[in-house]
């Protein structure tokens, strides 16, 4: 028969398992229990909707079974079973290939965490298994298929006889080996803790007969009659089938969790937080939600979809609801659980359903109370929480007109110019100075960037805190926010940075008023690109400045700029300032009495330095390195 070989992610794969030095070779088990699971899931979903399913719904079993002197031990499901198709795609392929990544260095420490933490699926079978057969019918079909493989060279698809759908795993043990007692699986003692360790929430039961040896009815347990044991074979129910979600939170272990996480939602970590918790107010429900310690690759693109597992009354009823969380709690994985809610009902009616939207509610409120803990009692956890998950947080806060504040303005974070630490907004204000007005920040590329600005040094100088905002959101959302505990949020940069005394203000106005001529006659030669050019008192050792007028602020105009909106550019309404005290500002005087012309070439040239230091491109790098070619030679 012809050999069809394994497509190359899978080969690698396949390689890794058949050579694993894996020490929980047993994790096979799980992993076979878990497909014929879904398998069961997917065959009852289709009941709910397809009358040709007749399957009752106490009927939905998996079987195991052990053969000693065939060596072989058999995972069997009546679930939604394959066709010749699935079998090649599902078999052939890893499903997961996504999250793979074989090229690292230190292949053998990679193999162990892959199979450890995450399952191989099918192919971990590999590990214990030197032939394994597949039978599989697929529901609805007439014909069953065998798929069959000993490995790395290849595996063959055949028809065969199959009465029912479902799927029967057949493996073939390998030798036993000095480290490794393959035979071991076939006890059903050990089959039998295993399906506890791993497989005990598994929700359809998993039955296996079992053998033992009991006395016979009416013989005296003392008679020493050589015959008064018989065999008994009963067929037992291995697993508990208590969803793990049902089980009270101090029955199980973080292991138990973790491994729920990562089998269920596809991750090669443990949570960075769990939250299970029970409902009864006025939704009935009970909810897992998972925290991820990192951000899935695609989590900041269009193609990341958010939802909970939905179920009602242990029942699987939408794989993904999107409806249960707010967009800026995209990233929470798990699932809820309630018998509020229809099982018959359909996508388009959930949607309006009242009682969802009032366990939508109460589980946005139980996420952000447990995030406003983890804030409080692990700041470094919280951190690096922040750093995977808090640019989605911000976008929250800006989005819908600002209208998520309350449920988000305590567990934003930004960058402070104390040590550059990320800091809340609530301990910006309680390190607020007794004078100080508002909560200050400046934008730029990098938290460097932005400690080198001059207005930022004329702020910091006075011993208040300055906010970096690096991410282009970050000015957006605090714009919505507008004030957080009454204090107005003011930019740095911005022309109303009202930080001067009363009297330096005057002083200023004056200086300005002295010199009005010569400065229009500098924004003159600046034309469109400054919308006035004046005096300050406030930069320390800057010659000049750019601050802007209005609402809109230059890093703004930067990111609107950016984006592929096919409108009209903006433009921020941008002021050169220059440092009064400075000696430029003796010497820009002298040139208006002197040299007009060399005026206007030194405002060019000033207000390109303006916009470097800013961080900021020149708009005309070639007339600059002419101008200042110019006062060179
Ligand atoms: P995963 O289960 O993570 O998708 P696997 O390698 O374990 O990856 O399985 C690959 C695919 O093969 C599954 O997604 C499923 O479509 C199919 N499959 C595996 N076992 C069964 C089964 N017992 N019944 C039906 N389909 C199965």
Same mark, same amino acid.
Do not use: L, M
């Given at each position: 028969m012809e050999k069809k070989q394994f497509r190359t992610e899978s080969q690698k794969l396949l390689d890794m398992m058949i050579n694993s030095?894996?020490?929980? %070779?047993?994790?096979f088990l799980r992993e076979l229990i878990s497909n014929a699971s879904d398998a069961l899931d997917k065959l009852y979903y289709k009941s709910l909707t397809d009358d040709t399913v007749t399957l009752a719904r106490g009927d939905y079993e998996i079987r195991l079974d052990t053969d000693r002197d065939a060596r072989t031990v058999r995972i069997s499901d009546n679930g939604i079973g394959m066709t010749e198709e699935e079998l090649e795609n599902n078999l052939g392929t890893?499903?997961?290939?996504?999250?793979?990544?074989? %090229? #690292? +260095?230190?292949e053998q420490k990679e193999e162990v965490d892959i199979i450890g933490q995450f399952g191989v699926g099918f192919y971990s079978a590999f590990m214990v298994a030197d032939k394994i057969t597949v039978v599989s019918r697929a529901f609805g079909a007439d014909t069953a298929y065998k798929w069959e493989s000993e490995g790395v060279d290849g595996y063959t698809i055949e028809p065969c006889e199959k009465e029912t759908a479902g799927t029967d795993i057949l493996l073939h043990l390998r030798e036993d080996t000095e480290e490794e007692k393959y035979s071991e699986y076939l006890d059903s003692w050990k089959i039998k803790n295993l399906v506890k360790k791993y497989s005990d929430y598994i929700r359809y039961p998993i039955k296996m007969d079992i053998t033992t040896e009991k006395l016979k009815e009416g013989v005296d347990p003392s008679s020493d009659a050589e015959d008064k044991y018989e065999s008994v074979t009963e067929t037992e129910t291995l697993n508990s089938m208590v969803p793990l979600w049902k089980k009270r939170a101090q029955d199980i272990t973080e292991e138990e969790y973790a491994a729920f996480y990562r089998d269920k939602f596809y991750d090669f970590e443990a949570p960075a937080k769990t939250i299970h918790f029970k409902s009864e107010g006025t939704a009935t429900f009970d909810a897992m939600l998972f925290i991820p310690q990192k951000a899935p690759f695609n989590y900041y693109t269009k193609d990341y979809e958010k939802g909970l597992q939905l179920y009602s009354s242990g029942v699987l009823i939408m794989e993904k609801c999107a409806d249960l969380l707010p967009d800026y709690f995209s990233f929470v994985r798990g699932l809820v659980d309630s018998a509020d809610l229809s099982l018959n009902i359909s996508r388009e009616m959930l949607q309006h359903d009242h009682q969802l939207k009032v366990i939508a509610k109460a589980i946005e409120k139980k996420i952000k109370n447990e995030l406003a803990k983890m804030l409080e009692a692990d700041r470094e956890k919280y951190e690096a929480f922040w750093q995977a998950f808090g640019m989605q947080m911000k976008f929250g806060l800006y989005s819908d007109y600002g209208m998520h504040k309350d449920v988000l303005q305590d567990l934003v974070m930004f960058t402070s110019s104390n040590e550059k630490k990320l800091t809340t907004l609530k301990e910006y204000v309680s390190h607020m100075k007794e004078e100080q007005k508002s909560i200050y920040y400046a934008c730029g590329e990098t938290n460097d960037k932005i400690e080198m600005l001059p207005q930022c040094e004329t702020v910091t100088s006075k011993g208040y805190e300055v906010l970096y905002l690096t991410d282009d959101i970050d000015e957006f959302a605090l714009k919505m926010l507008a004030k957080y505990d009454e204090k107005t949020f003011v930019n740095v940069c911005a022309e109303d940075l009202d930080i001067s005394t009363e009297e330096e203000k005057e002083a200023v106005k004056a200086e300005n008023e002295g010199a009005a001529d010569m400065l229009s006659a500098m924004k003159e030669a600046l034309g469109d690109s400054v919308s006035a050019v004046r005096f300050t008192n406030t930069l320390k050792n800057h010659p000049v400045c750019l601050t802007s007028e209005g609402g809109l602020s230059v890093g703004m105009e930067q990111v609107l700029n950016r984006m592929p909106s096919g409108e009209e550019n903006v433009k921020a309404q941008i002021v050169l300032e220059?440092?009064? +005290? #400075?000696a430029i500002a003796a010497k820009l005087k002298a040139l208006w009495e002197e040299d007009k012309e060399k005026l206007s070439s030194y405002a060019k040239i000033l207000y390109a330095q303006a916009r470097l230091i800013g961080g900021m491109s020149i708009e005309n790098p070639a007339e600059l390195s002419q101008l200042v070619c110019d006062l060179m030679i």
């Open positions: 030095i894996y020490t929980h %070779k047993e994790i890893i499903a997961k290939s996504g999250s793979y990544d074989f %090229k #690292h +260095d230190n220059i440092n009064a +005290d #400075h």
